[in-house]
């Protein structure tokens, strides 16, 4: 089996986050609720943006913008549901 780095996974990658991420699933890991991204609870506009899932209030998703680059901490999922193109 050959070990390759993450570059590898480019293509892959590249093709699950071009779409809208709001149709994606989340798995909470709070509470195991699975809903769409979209319906999240949105919290914070000035430092950054905290979703929280609407059936437990806990965080799963943060969000902060940079002047050159975009932080997503997606912790509180346990699992995310990716719809490909043209699915």
Same mark, same amino acid.
């Given at each position: 089996m050959n070990r390759l780095d993450g570059n590898a996974m480019a293509g892959d990658l590249r093709e699950i986050f071009a779409f809208d991420v709001t149709a994606a699933e989340y798995t909470c890991a709070g509470c195991g609720a699975a809903e769409a991204i979209g319906a999240l609870m949105l919290w914070g506009q000035e430092m950054g943006r905290? @979703? !929280?899932?609407?059936?437990? &209030? &806990?965080?799963? *998703?943060?969000?902060? !913008? @940079?002047? &050159? !680059?975009?932080? *997503? &901490?997606?912790?509180? @999922?346990? !699992? *995310?549901e990716l719809p490909l193109a043209g699915s």
């Amino acid at each position: 089996m050959n070990r390759l780095d993450g570059n590898a996974m480019a293509g892959d990658l590249r093709e699950i986050f071009a779409f809208d991420v709001t149709a994606a699933e989340y798995t909470c890991a709070g509470c195991g609720a699975a809903e769409a991204i979209g319906a999240l609870m949105l919290w914070g506009q000035e430092m950054g943006r905290v @979703a !929280r899932c609407p059936h437990c &209030d &806990d965080v799963v *998703l943060r969000l902060v !913008r @940079a002047t &050159d !680059r975009v932080f *997503l &901490d997606v912790r509180g @999922a346990v !699992r *995310l549901e990716l719809p490909l193109a043209g699915s």
